[in-house]
């Protein structure tokens, strides 16, 4: 039953999401016995169709475990043939891609610390013209989806048909909870942008903790994502990298097996009285853009005024009473004071834009 909720690559990449793909295998791979060891594991927990491994690691600090290098390719590819399963590690240069493909990993990933740099995934792009190998783009380590969306058109640019996404969460300064903010409408603008392309998510790097990684697997299907790429190690407490995220191959199974996994299609299975909400909420909406249609038609009748008087478009006292009063008016609930204090913060920035631009116009 496990079995059928997991889809095998080649069906994955070429149709639609039936099932999500599961990714799954250490962070590094740090010897021949870890990685078969954890290999023969996942077979006998958990349904995987692709075996990763880090071959090569890019590490923030120097003097952290750089990955055991090149001879530790040939352990992956073992290990995936051990257990008929395909493998995929992260390359950063061109160098590693002509090893790669030379030992005949299956399929490549992009580091966030590669995306960043155009630079970098330009030359691999180009290692790869003419090559039929999959590649997987993990977002940069910044919330810049333009970057992302780059990386994923340079592939496909020199000829590289199945290119999927990877979220992996973005470095914030404040310290939540997990290691990297999801910011999941990262995930939806880059699907608005590019909406073949299929998001797997890295709920390890999101994570950061084993604890919290069933949680955010739960969520990315709730969110309609495509696959999971999992850290999972025979033994997580001494691995080399990534100690704290990395879960047992057992742990695993669970987690897939408790996954509730969504029917894909918009409205299939849905009940009638979800259907009949739906079309309340959408007709709401239709309510809210004729009050917005109003609100800036009168922002336009103000922009007038202010324009004769001599009154600046901007007036900070008049922002601050505005926002701190539509603040307080929320109910606590689902009108949280953040947004709340979001909602009428980018209503009157665009006001103020608005009125900036008929102004201007006018003079
Ligand atoms: C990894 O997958 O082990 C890794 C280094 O990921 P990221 O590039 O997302 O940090
Ligand atoms: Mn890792």
Redesign the pocket.
Same mark, same amino acid.
């Given at each position: 039953m496990v079995a059928s909720k997991i889809q095998h690559i080649d069906q994955w990449f070429d149709g639609p999401t039936e099932s999500p793909l599961l990714i799954a295998g250490p962070?590094s791979v740090e010897s021949p016995e870890q990685i078969l060891a954890t290999a023969q594991a996942l077979k006998a927990h958990a349904p995987i169709s692709l075996l990763r491994g880090?071959v090569w !690691?890019?590490r923030t600090k120097p003097g952290s475990f750089e990955g055991v290098g090149l001879e530790s390719m040939q352990w992956l590819i073992d290990a995936g043939r051990a257990i008929g399963t395909p493998t995929t590690t *992260?390359v950063a240069n061109t160098e590693h891609v002509e090893a790669a493909l030379k030992a005949g990993i299956d399929v490549l990933w992009i580091?966030? +610390?590669t995306t960043v740099n155009p630079f970098y995934v330009q030359e691999i792009a180009e290692a790869l013209n003419g090559v039929k190998i999959p590649v997987l783009v !993990?977002n940069p380590i910044h919330a810049e989806i333009g970057l992302w969306a780059g990386a994923i058109e340079r592939f496909k640019k020199v000829g590289i048909e199945r290119v999927a996404a990877v979220h +992996?969460g973005f470095f914030s300064s404040a310290k939540g909870v997990y290691r990297n903010e999801p910011h999941w409408h990262h995930s939806f603008g880059l699907r608005a942008l590019m909406p073949d392309v299929k998001i797997i998510v $890295?709920p390890s790097?999101i994570a950061g903790k084993r604890l919290l990684v069933p949680e955010v697997c739960q969520v990315a299907m709730d969110l309609g994502m495509d696959g999971l790429m999992v *850290?999972s190690h025979i033994t997580p407490d001494i691995a080399l990298s $990534?100690a704290a995220q990395q879960m047992n191959p057992d742990k695993l199974g669970e987690v897939i097996k408790n996954l509730v996994i969504h029917p894909k299609k918009l409205d299939q299975g849905a009940s009638e009285a979800l259907k009949s909400l739906r079309d309340s909420l959408d007709e709401l909406d239709d309510n809210l853009v004729e009050i917005m249609r109003q609100r800036f038609a009168l922002a336009k009748e103000i922009a007038i005024i202010k324009e004769q008087e001599g009154t600046s478009i901007f007036q900070m006292e008049r922002w601050l009473k505005l926002v701190k009063e539509r603040t307080e008016k929320g109910d606590g609930e689902g009108l949280t004071p953040e947004f709340m204090h979001d909602l009428f913060a980018t209503i009157h920035k665009y006001s103020v834009e608005y009125q900036t631009r008929l102004t201007k116009k006018e003079s």
């Open positions: 962070c880090g !690691k890019p *992260e580091g966030a +610390r !993990k +992996r $890295d790097h *850290e $990534d």
